[in-house]
């Protein structure tokens, strides 16, 4: 028996249905967008995101109620579900594509796609209404699922229940975050801060420095083109790196190259010799000779800093060497912390070791980047996120499912 | 050991991948097939060893140092599957493409060897950059297969296997990858506060992961193969965007991931 052609609109939906929904919905987004301009998250502030948050919820479990409902049941379809990825999808094409900005704009980038919220996607009311309705469809799906101890449902429940979390509270709880920068002068105690807009406030929370130190890496030599600064070879710039261990004599852009000594610490000593002094001031130094079959040099080659003069050696007069600027092996604050409470903590804050001080976690953030070693302050990074533990134990659910997803494969339905 | 040296290594590698390819398809030569193809991989992943000990710190910072990886993965990742699914044509797709992988990284190595600035200096390293990398070399597999299976739908050819084993390399390609973004989002916690800021590598790595997705739900709904065949094509070009295409999208210059 034939069935009959299914007309649009006609109950129940499928994919026609959705799209065109989902995209009337972009659409109203992009004209809202116009209108009256951006969504401002930060309206989302603690208790507005709890009321809507429990809105949300008193929405899934209507759906879990009311599951026969063609209106929900359309709401828990894999129609509406692929739609929305497809849509999620293509707005963040968008977000990928163009340059995001934080409000600073030129008047000669205003234009059409301005208007349109594409400088920034993530505030503009399209992506916003296709979030919530992913928390829409996504916690009902979830609530609707009937639970068993299956393998299937298990690793359905840890993926979209973990995703659901993340979404969630990442989105709704992305208002009561704070995060600002903090510059400390080294032998002092600082209690402000400056926010994203760069406003000065207070908080109840001070840090002394007490030392700032930076290790760097052994630079390298290369030989530039002293009239275009280009390093040779041209195409593909190569790099000798100084190595104490080797000192043989090697062929480098077709010169010989060899290193005699090499100081990571050095200071001048006369007009062209240097000498180790453990001080912030020094600088690398590396000994070197160059030969050809017509000339024979050696000379102190560094890259100097900003109060010691850069030395290179001239190969003759379009080539030199010279020493690469040192890069920053790690950056170490000493500091100690002190809390309105009375705590006070004592640590060395590094890189990708952020320390916790009751609701804060600060971050080494920076340093004057133009004096390096010798820079007379060291800069941290404050923040304070209420929904983090929750946000993580998404992650944690998420995580497990996709571990889950590996081992069984296309098994997991079984 | 340097990259000067890579070229003795992965010469004899592309041997023995190639003549594993070949002899596959002869079932006088399968037992040497088999050891030819395991030592190919043998001699390359010794490069890797040899290479790592000697930089002294984990290869896996620039891009020729991943397309290293690349390489290793995708002829594991297609020796494996051979060995389960018996297709013989993986075997030689896949070292095709560990071939291609391997000249790009003699003729243009971009290899300057980068010192670990100290953000990079974390235990999330390697385990970050290797789930992307296998991830990767899975959904490339399952790319490869997606183009035979789309000529057997052409023809109007029912292959229900090959329909699976795509399904089983996106499902497992598609866990390291969402895998691989988790320890992202709790390494980029670490280093700068935030677990996720739209950054472009991000941003791409969202949307290669959402165009998977829907792959995955088309097909749980069963939808048209044909359609599902090439949400799979668009999600490769996705994932090439995110790992080699990013330094070039000029939205992307202020990217923290630019290397």
Redesign the interface.
């Known amino acids: 028996m034939r069935r009959e052609k299914r007309k649009i609109w006609q109950l129940p939906w499928s994919y026609k249905e959705s799209l065109i929904i989902v995209f009337g919905i972009i659409i109203v987004g992009f004209s809202l967008q116009t209108i009256i301009g951006g969504f401002n998250f930060y309206l989302l502030i603690y208790p507005f995101n709890l009321y809507l948050g429990i809105i949300i919820l008193i929405f899934i479990l209507l759906s879990l109620i009311f599951q026969k409902n063609a209106f929900f049941k359309w709401l828990t379809s894999?129609?509406l579900?692929?739609s929305l990825?497809?849509a999620?999808?293509l707005l963040?094409?968008i977000?990928?594509?163009?340059?995001?900005d934080n409000g600073a704009i030129n008047s000669e980038d205003v234009n059409i796609f301005y208007h349109l919220g594409f400088n920034q996607m993530?505030s503009s009311w399209a992506f916003v209404f296709i979030y919530f309705l992913i928390l829409l469809s996504l916690g009902a799906i979830i609530a609707k699922r009937k639970p068993s101890f299956t393998k299937k449902y298990t690793i359905f429940l840890l993926n979209h229940l973990g995703l659901w979390i993340i979404l969630f509270f990442?989105g709704l709880g992305y208002a009561d975050t704070k995060?600002y920068i903090m510059y400390v002068n080294v032998g002092e105690i600082e209690w402000r801060v400056f926010d994203k807009e760069n406003r000065v406030q207070e908080l109840p929370i001070a840090i002394q420095l007490n030392k700032f130190t930076i290790e760097e890496?052994i630079p390298k030599l290369a030989i530039v083109n002293k009239k275009t600064s280009e390093i040779l070879p041209k195409d593909k710039?190569e790099?000798f790196?100084i190595d104490t261990n080797n000192k043989k004599e090697i062929s480098f852009n077709g010169y010989k190259i060899k290193l005699i000594d090499y100081i990571h610490n050095a200071v001048r000593s006369s007009d062209s010799t240097f000498k180790e002094v453990p001080m912030k001031a020094s600088t690398p130094a590396a000994f070197v000779q160059v030969k050809t079959q017509k000339i024979d040099k050696t000379k102190w080659v560094s890259a100097g800093n900003s109060i010691q003069f850069p030395m290179v050696l001239d190969i003759d007069s379009s080539l030199a060497i010279v020493m690469t600027p040192a890069?920053?092996?790690?950056?170490i604050s000493n500091i100690e912390v002190y809390t309105k409470e009375g705590t006070n903590v004592k640590t060395e804050l590094?890189?990708?070791?952020?320390l916790k001080v009751g609701k804060w976690?600060i971050?080494q953030y920076g340093y004057d980047n133009n004096m390096g070693k010798m820079s007379s302050y060291s800069s941290f990074?404050l923040?304070y996120d209420p929904w983090?533990n929750i946000?993580y134990v998404g992650?944690a659910l998420?995580?497990l499912?996709?571990?889950?997803?590996?081992i069984?494969?296309?098994n997991?339905k079984k | 050991m340097n990259w000067e040296y890579f070229i003795w290594f992965a010469i004899p590698s592309i041997i023995c991948w190639i003549g594993a390819s070949v002899l596959v398809y002869n079932t006088k030569f399968k037992l040497l097939s088999n050891l030819l193809f395991i030592l190919g991989i043998s001699i390359f992943l010794l490069f890797i060893i040899l290479f790592w000990s000697s930089i002294q710190r984990p290869p896996f910072r620039t891009i020729g140092e991943t397309r290293l990886w690349y390489s290793f993965f995708i002829t594991t990742t297609g020796y494996i599957t051979y060995r389960i699914w018996k297709y013989k044509w993986i075997l030689s797709y896949t070292s095709l493409v560990a071939v291609v992988f391997i000249i790009i990284n003699l003729l243009k190595p971009e290899i300057h060897s980068t010192n670990l600035m100290p953000a990079l200096q974390s235990y999330w390293f390697i385990p970050h950059v290797t789930s992307y990398i296998l991830s990767y070399s899975m959904l490339g597999a399952a790319t490869i297969a997606s183009f035979i299976l789309l000529r057997h739908v052409e023809k109007n050819e029912n292959e229900k296997k090959l329909e699976d084993l795509i399904d089983n390399l996106v499902y497992v390609g598609f866990g390291f990858l969402l895998l691989g973004m988790l320890m992202g989002c709790m390494w980029a916690k670490e280093a700068w506060g935030n677990y996720w800021s739209w950054d472009p590598k991000e941003t791409w790595a969202f949307l290669t992961s959402t165009t998977y997705l829907i792959y995955i739900h088309t097909r749980i709904h069963k939808l048209n193969i044909k359609i599902s065949l090439w949400i799979l094509i668009i999600a490769i070009i996705f994932l090439s965007i995110t790992w080699l295409g990013i330094n070039y999208l000029p939205s992307a210059q202020d990217s923290i991931h630019v290397y």
């Open positions: 894999l129609h579900s692929t990825l497809i999620i999808t963040s094409l977000l990928g594509l163009t340059k995001q993530t990442a995060r890496y710039p790099y790196q890069e920053p092996k790690s950056f590094r890189v990708n070791h952020p976690k971050y990074e923040v983090l946000v992650i998420l995580g499912g996709s571990l889950l997803l590996i069984f494969g296309i997991y």
